[in-house]
C-alpha cells in the first residue's frame, strides 16, 4: 500500500495447498484436503478440494482460502486471474508485476485516453503478496530501513513504532496491494503531485478514472474520512472486484488474524482492520 521505497520482485512463492481444518477433523491428512486451488474470493473460480469432504468441511476450506487471498497469502505468478503488467504501461519494465486480469484489461483502457490528451500514467507498483509487504514492514520496524525519511529509534515501541511505520506503509495482511486490484500511478512522493504535470494527471484522474472503473481509496481526509491512511493522490482502485473484495474483509478478518510478523501483536490496539483497511474514500465503498 504505502511506501517509499518501493520493493519490486521477480517471483514470491507461496504454496499452501493442504489447508487445515483439524479443528473439525482432528486426524484429517491435510495433504488431502486441497489438491489444487487459484485461493479466490470470486464465486465463479474453481476450487479443487477432495470430493471426499463433506459438504460442512468443503465450506471450511473455501472460508481459509478466501481470508487466505484477502491477506495476500498466495501466489499471482500461480493465479490464473492475474496478468503480467505489459511494458509500455509500467514505470519500471523491467521489473514483473501482476494485476488481476479485468483491473489490467480497463487500466489499459485509461492508460490509452489519457495517452490521447497527453497524459501518461505509468504503474510503478501493483500486487505486493504477504511476503513482499512482510519483507518491507520487517526492515522499517528492525531499523534496517528509514519510514518516512528517517530510522526509528529503539525506544519507540510497540503501538507507537507500528503506528509510525504505517504513515507511509500497510501491515502485512492488510494492504489493498495484496488482491491484484490497486495500484500506485507515477510516483509516490506527495511533491510530485504539486508540479504541474502532477497536477493536470490528478485532476484527469479525478474526472476520468471513474469511466474505467477506478476510484481514489485515500481521499483527503476529513469528516467524511476522519481515519485511515493520508491523502494518497497516486494510488487508485478498481472497484468492481475490490468493492467486493472490501465487503468481505470487513466481515471476514478480524484484528487477531492479523499475524506473522514482526510487531503484529498491535494489531489490536491499533484496531487496523477498522482505521486502516476500512477507513477509505467512501466513493470507493
Keep these: 500500500m504505502r511506501m517509499k521505497s518501493l520493493l519490486f520482485y521477480s517471483s514470491v512463492m507461496f504454496c499452501f495447498y493442504a489447508c487445515s481444518i483439524a479443528d ?8 488431502k484436503i ?5 485461493d479466490s474470493t470470486d464465486p465463479n473460480q474453481k476450487y479443487n478440494i477432495d470430493p ?4 460442512e468441511d468443503r465450506e471450511k476450506v473455501k472460508s481459509i482460502i478466501d481470508k487466505k487471498y484477502l491477506m495476500g497469502k498466495f501466489d499471482p505468478l500461480k493465479d490464473d486471474r492475474f496478468a503480467p503488467i505489459p511494458a509500455n504501461i509500467s514505470l519500471y519494465p523491467n521489473n514483473a508485476m501482476y494485476m488481476r ?3 489490467l484489461e480497463k487500466y489499459r483502457q485509461m492508460f490509452d485516453a489519457a495517452a490521447k490528451e497527453g497524459i501518461v500514467l505509468k504503474i510503478l507498483s501493483a500486487t505486493r503478496p504477504f511476503d513482499a509487504q512482510k519483507a518491507i514492514w520487517e526492515r522499517k520496524w528492525t531499523g534496517k530501513q528509514a519510514s518516512n525519511g528517517a530510522y526509528l529509534p529503539e525506544n519507540l515501541k510497540g503501538k507507537d513504532r507500528a503506528l509510525k511505520i ?3 506503509s500497510s501491515m502485512p495482511s492488510t494492504s489493498r496491494h495484496h488482491w491484484g486490484t490497486d495500484i500506485d500511478i507515477n510516483d509516490v512522493e506527495p511533491a510530485y503531485w504539486s508540479t504541474p504535470t502532477g497536477v493536470k494527471t490528478y485532476n484527469w484522474l479525478v474526472k476520468h478514472a471513474h469511466e474505467y472503473g477506478f476510484c481514489q481509496p485515500y481521499s483527503k481526509m476529513g469528516p467524511d474520512r476522519p481515519e485511515g491512511y493520508m491523502e494518497e493522490k497516486w494510488h487508485w ?3 468492481p472486484v475490490a468493492r467486493e473484495l472490501v465487503e468481505k474483509y470487513r466481515k471476514d478478518i478480524q484484528d487477531a488474524d492479523i499475524e506473522g510478523f514482526l510487531g503484529s501483536e498491535t494489531a489490536k490496539d491499533i484496531q487496523v482492520v477498522k482505521v486502516f483497511v476500512l477507513g477509505i474514500n467512501p466513493e470507493c465503498k
Excluded at 471426499?52 to 459438504?55: E, P, R
Design 34 to 38: 486441497i489438491e489444487t486451488s487459484s
Design 166 to 168: 504505517l504513515e507511509v
Design 237 to 239: 482502485s478498481y472497484m
Design 52 to 55: 471426499n469432504l463433506s459438504a
Design 24 to 31: 473439525s477433523q482432528p486426524n484429517a491428512n491435510t495433504d
Design 101 to 103: 486480469k479485468e483491473a
